[in-house]
């Protein structure tokens, strides 16, 4: 798997640039603009070796099916075929000379660490043999909790939320550090990670727990100290999504949100982790697929705005980094303009990346002819370039493209890593409520404990069913426990179920994911309250849960249901472990929402 790089490479990092990446701001000014003039030179100097169309390729980041850059499986390369046109990675590298791969769970492209390494490699393979050799930036998501696409044996950690109930920038820090030296082991360089929107919308559909929470200055502190985590493991951060997707109640993959904060409120609310990924270095920041009328009147989109991202991003906040597309198959980019306009404008609003494009000849067929039309310069996709390069230099990608067996063996999933992952899990766990002094429970009195409730797939694909997990963690700290999966819609014929299996358990554990009000799973937990069994409620993603629910004795939230929350939230519940966690939101009362069930800060202890 160990590779060299190539030798037709064309940037050869001298001492000095090498210095100014192992100290950084340590250096004088004078240095650094030195080096960086040195840096943008040899830079420069390989954009005008390019041809427009090698140009317009290092915009696009493209997704690829297939475990292998250059031999998937055959139904991924009838898929590649089917969407895109080539068979493989490497074809869709020399036909389109794209400047980024983004990896996918569902593109089979991340089956295993070394298989993931291996695929990396064929991948910068492919981009160094390029008449003008350039090493691709790949990419994925992995924001932990809820969205990861690299599972086990790779460390998993808290989502976002979660981190944010612990409140601990150093654990936040810790994350990004840990997480992105796996990510760069396997040849991963670039995080779609931190999410940096404040979810004020209990309702929002598509950020909620992905957000470290409701207070501005809250979110700020855990975007930057993440941020700068993932940065110093040579991985570029994403803060997403500019200018804010947390007062949405539509999913902009299936619909346009608009955001009606005044300019006023969007400072205050929006704004400041924004400001705090840029203070702290961030490389690349996402665009919403969002309309934000007080910031343009225009309604387009934000990733297609000009006011926004040059106005407000580049001009008022003075960020020149990389500026990434969310995916451009959402279709809240898609509903105004047509495929083969929505790059292009992309690009005139300050763009520089384009994102998984639905079909790429037609989105680059539309940037080569807004070039040829002369709508777009040759100068302004230069620019583009220049930022997408720099960014490839500044994680070393010029100088170590490729990764080594080796290298996934000494990092991946190392105990050291799964036992900070471990600790900071329990310092996350919330303990909402425990009136009678149910929790912790105890192996004498509660030796027999049935486990029921919602079994949402894994996030990562690798991990739970959380029943489970719950039930497994349980026997191992000595309980007797079973599982019995109810699902996230329990019939009364399952709610019965369930029930009937309470006779002679000591207590029984439920999981909720998404209840809502009078739901199946509220009569779920209502009815095993009426059973005399002492109920125990995990709220599995939301903490709004609860406040749906009735009939339980004790309640935790663990934000998401990977692994290493629920197996967090098991020692909490034996008393091995103390609930640390407090809540980053406020819950509101389900019949009234306009007031508050349990506030910010919101946290019980033993």
Known sequence: MQHRTSRRSLLTTTAAVAAATALGSRLPAWAMDGTRSAVDRRLRAIIARMSVEEKIGQLFVMRIYGDSATAPDQADIDANLREIGVRDAAELISTYHVGGIIYFTWAHNTRDPHQIAAL????????????????????????????CRVGKPATLFPGAMAMGAGGSTEDARTLGRISGAELAAIGIRQDYSPDADVNINPANPVIGVRSFGADPAAVARMVAAEVRGYQESSVAATAKHFPGHGDTSVDSHTGIPVITHTREEWERLDAPPFKAAIAAGI??????????????????????????????LREQLGYDGVVITDSLGMKGVRDKYGDDRVPVLALKAGVDQLLDPPKLDVAFGGVRAAVASGELSEARLDASVLRILRLKERRGLFDRPYVSARGVARVVGTRAHLRAADAIAERTTTLLANPGGLLPLSGRRHGRVLVVGADPDSPSGTTGPPTAVLAAALTELGFRATALSTGSLPSPARIDAAVAACAGQDA?????????????????????????????????????????????????ATYSWTDVELRAAV????????????????????????????????????
């Open 571 to 606: 020692r909490v519940l034996a008393g091995r472990a103390d609930p640390r966690g407090r809540l980053p939101v406020p819950v509101p009362r389900a019949d009234d929402p306009a007031r508050t069930l349990y506030p910010i800060g919101h946290g019980l202890s033993y």
């Open 120 to 147: 990396s490699n064929g991948i910068q393979a492919a981009g160094l043999a390029q008449r003008v050799p350039v090493p691709l930036l790949i990419a994925t998501d992995q924001e932990h909790g809820t969205v």
């Open 283 to 312: 490389d690349a920041i996402m665009t919403a697929h969002i309309q934000f009328p007080a910031l343009d009147p225009s309604n387009d989109p934000a990733t297609l705005s000009r006011p926004i991202l040059t106005g407000i």
């Open 508 to 556: 029984v554990i439920v999981g909720t994911y998404n209840a809502g009000p009078d739901g199946a799973q509220s009569r779920l937990v209502a009815a095993l309250g009426a059973s005399g069994v002492p109920v125990v409620h995990i709220a599995l993603r939301n903490p709004y849960d609860i406040a749906y629910l009735s009939g339980f004795g004790a309640s935790l």
